[in-house]
């Protein structure tokens, strides 16, 4: 962990390893896990989040862990892995992965990231899917890794180009949509509901 980090911050990530080579037991060293938390850190440490940094580093090494084990077989997978990309993961693949997840009740696994994650979930973001009983208050912006495009079964990418490497064998599709940033709730909405469109008819494909 190459970045100056103080002391209380040093001792939660110290257990954040501890506890994710015990939980990752067989599947991968030490090292590796040291590496890629350190790799999280560096990632996220320039965003702004209103949680605490530590816990996001968790929760992003833990995701990016079990998709690196997924795409090296050495962790099963137990439903269709579904990988939604935008340029910001501030607001179309946010909204897609919260209703997909949400339509799915269990029978696909959604990530989402962003080919340059922005700093927070736009609050129009925030306020359209509450509307739906959906909470993505405690989400953050996540960059897009290369280890997440390996485990996905589908990859939906959104107005990000040809920011996301293609492996074959995996399932590609492109979703046009407008980018929520700087609309208003009203514009937000259309959109929100556009995606959720999108998500019921890429369910109905998945789990027939």
Known sequence: MGLPIDAVTRRHLDKQVDALYA?????????????????????????????????????????????????????AKTVPEVLLVCVRNAGRSQMAAALLHHRAEGRVHVRSAGSDPGEEIDPAVVTALAELGLDVEQEFPKPLTDEVVRAADVVITMGCGDACPIYPGKRYEDWELDDPSGLSLDEVRRIRDEIDARVRQLLGRLVA
């Open 23 to 75: 939980d990752f037991a067989g599947v991968f060293s030490r090292e590796t896990i040291e590496r890629l938390v350190g790799e999280s850190l560096e990632t996220l440490s320039g965003a702004r989040f209103g949680d605490y940094l530590p816990v996001l580093v968790d929760r992003f090494s833990r995701e990016r862990l079990r998709a690196l084990g997924q795409a090296e077989g050495a962790i």
